[in-house]
């Protein structure tokens, strides 16, 4: 263990653990792959708090990255929206910090104390990434204590949603766990007053079967007006619209349960059926429970404003100054630095602008833009600062319109599930059999009739059956949630099981945004791939730092007069060689550049070129073949068609590529599709996905990180596992399977209750064993069985 | 037989203790979080030279 942490230490920062360059930092005999690493140490050192390293190898997060401004955050208009609570003494704020990934990340963020002592108190949330912190608002201001965790690595995550819709507390899961409590509480007192009068154990009196009897009904009180609830208002509210679910049936009943107990007890007549009661709405609950307890901490419903930053600085009067996004107007001049992103649709005034669209249109390519063109909103600025004029409003931009389409304003049809549609004729069946029952009797013997009558209505309650679903989907959801393909609600599955045609995004979907490919035109000896690789890896240009990695050959010759243009090119002597490596223009030569190219110079003499593209993801050839067998494949990329050639194989039929799609054309293209019938899945990753990913049948968003900012989406889907998706969709059409399984199987169970509820015969006991044995034997088959199939698709 | 009804009485009266002590654990928002309070428990007040991990699986009891 020791040498292994002595193994990092001395090749990696011992900060973040990236490969540390040339010259590293040193700090205390520690070493540091940049300043920004190097500070946090010293900063973390000189507070005490070294025990950060102490907890995890090289726990830190990379600091190479910008540093974002703050000054917004003195604005009271902007942090009003942002804090949970401020008076003139304190301010409570949670902030969002993705980095968290360690229990170092724990420690520290929760010992701020020591760093600012005006922070009075630090929580952190781990699952769901965020720290809760409260300070005193005197002393410190908003922007300083945000400032001192983004100096110790710890920058948070502040965005335009965070502001509109400040995470409203949710608390109905603690509710459904109180009701959940309250029928377990009431289960089981009752379960133990019951249990003398079924056995009949010693002679009881008859005023002790009164007394508990009584009790008894006073505990099936709080389960029916508080537990059980839910399933009234619910069956109410579907019966007004006209749908039976299957709420109905249990509400009923619950509801006839209750009322029959409570005239057997009442009037002395028997036990009641309290105990089924109880049970009843104790498993239900659990069910519901299990159905609920989803990834709430994953954010499944992001839109462009959760990628936009809260405030831009603007400029007014040659003065600089934050403001609010959403009071950002048309004529305002607004100043973008390095790496941050416009805001909204604007025209180029001073600067030099390179822009990353790859997020918003899949384009790999960074984009020039000149003095006095428009620039699309979503862009993130590569080069230094420029300014802007703004000529649409934030939510009017070319990519923000997106979000007023109606895909996004109407409320998507909920996704059917089996058990609506079971539940239909279950209950009209149910209501049938009840009333023959008692029509039956009627004449000859009125008790028998309105004995019959209820307990159909009881035994036949579908108890087992309003589990099956809850507790397959929830094995099957825990088992995708282990290969890391995260989805919103258990109804996906069932969603994902009706696929048949498949839609692709390119770029970041497909293609894996990390690695890059190289192919290699000319000639080069393996004596000369030496040099190119020992001049490359002096260079931290992403481009060379690839190509190194791509040749896979170790350090060989040292570098003399290293030089470097920035974006441009490399050069320098190698074993006596003179090596040049970079863009046509940087080599003078006369040729165009088209894509990245990296040319090569030895002693002068023109040697060939690198062309680097994106590589696939992992598995992606064998998934297209998998995945055509069943299903319709089809491509939609915001790219231009340079991967035209590449992609045909794999997508039968070429007219199912389409290229240089505009994320409007791409929302369209899926409503065509849906319009000739099919049930569309879309994987995509970016914001220009956005619509298609709201419009298709099930949206999936592909990301290598599943804490970065995702499009709004049904599943989240973790890049590694993009392999695995046609065994995804198996096990969901077998979980399907599984769930028609057990409702034969409770069907059985309601059959064999019938047969004694019919004739009137049905004694509390054998309701109170029937009940719990279903239910039992349903939960048990379903996660049973779902783990089987999951074994069988190689999901475990 | 009559000491049965008081032993019923207080044995409800003692789960109910319990039940109102749940509600209070859940309103206080303890079954918000379930995985953080298992890692903090395991930091030590003061600066330590040992790895954590291996003491704290020597400090815990079995089970």
Known sequence: MNGKIRLITDTHCFHCGEDLPD????????????????????????????????????????????????????????????????????TVITLFIPVIHCSSCIWLLEHLHKITPAVSQSRVDFLKKQVSITFRNQEISLRQVVETLSAIGYEPLISLQDMIQKQRSDHSERNLLTKIAVAGFCFGNVMLLSFPDYFGLGNLDQEFKTFFGWINLAFSIPVLLYSARDYFISAWKNLKNGVLNLDFPLALGIAVMFIRSAYEITTGTGAGFVDTL????????????????????????????????????????????????????????ILIRSYEIIPADAILLKGEAKLDFSFVTGESLPVEKVLGEIVYAGGRQLMGAIELEVVKPVSQSYLTKLWNNEAFSGQRDPIKTFSDTASKYFSIILVAVALAAG??????????????????????????????????????????????????????????????????????????????????TGELSAQEKQWVSDLARNSGHPLSREMVKWLKLSPGFPVDHYREKVGRGISGFVDGHELKLGSAAHLGLDLQDKGSLVHILIDGHYRGYFLSGQRWRKGFKELALKLDRQNDLHLLSGDQDHDRKLLTPFFPGTHQLHFGQSPQQKLDYILRLQQNGAKVMMLGDGLNDAGALKQSNLGVAVTDDINNF????????????????PQFMKQAKDAVKVIHMSFVISLIYNAAGLFFAVQGLLSPLIAAILMPLSTVTIILFTSLTARFYARKNKLL | MNMIYMLIGFSILLALLFLLAFFWASKSGQHDDLYTPGVRVLFEEEKQEKVPEEKSDEDHPAG
Not at chain 1, 280 to 307: A, C, N, P
Not at chain 1, 453 to 468: R, W
């Open chain 1, 710 to 725: 995702s499009p709004g989406c049904d599943a989240i889907l973790d890049g590694t596992a993009f392999s695995k998706l």
């Open chain 1, 278 to 333: 109880c049970s009843l709405v104790f498993f239900l609950l659990i069910g519901k429970w299990m159905q609920k307890r989803t990834y709430h901490y994953l954010s499944f419903e992001r839109d462009f404003r959760s990628y936009f930053p809260v405030a831009v600085t603007q400029l007014k009067n040659g003065k600089e100054q934050p403001l609010p996004l959403n009071e950002l107007k048309t004529g305002d001049r």
């Open chain 1, 439 to 520: 029509l039956y009797w009627l004449n000859t013997d009125t008790n028998r009739a309105i004995a019959s009558f209820t307990a159909v209505l009881i035994i036949a309650c579908p108890c087992a059956l309003a589990l099956s679903s809850p507790f397959t989907l929830a094995a099957v959801l825990s088992i995708f949630d282990k290969n890391k393909f995260y989805l919103k609600s258990t109804a996906v599955i069932e969603e994902l099981a009706r696929i048949d045609t498949i839609v692709f995004d390119k770029t970041g979907t497909i293609t894996n945004p990390e690695a890059i490919d190289f192919d290699f």
């Open chain 1, 23 to 90: 010259k590293p930092y040193h700090s205390d005999d520690k070493e540091f792959c940049c300043l920004g690493c190097q500070g946090v140490y010293q900063l973390l050192s000189t507070h005490n708090l070294s025990s950060y390293y102490l907890y995890n190898d090289v726990p830190g997060s990379s600091q190479q990255k910008k540093v974002q401004r703050f000054d917004y955050l003195d604005e009271p208009d902007i942090t009003a929206g942002l804090v949970d609570y401020t008076d003139d003494k304190v």
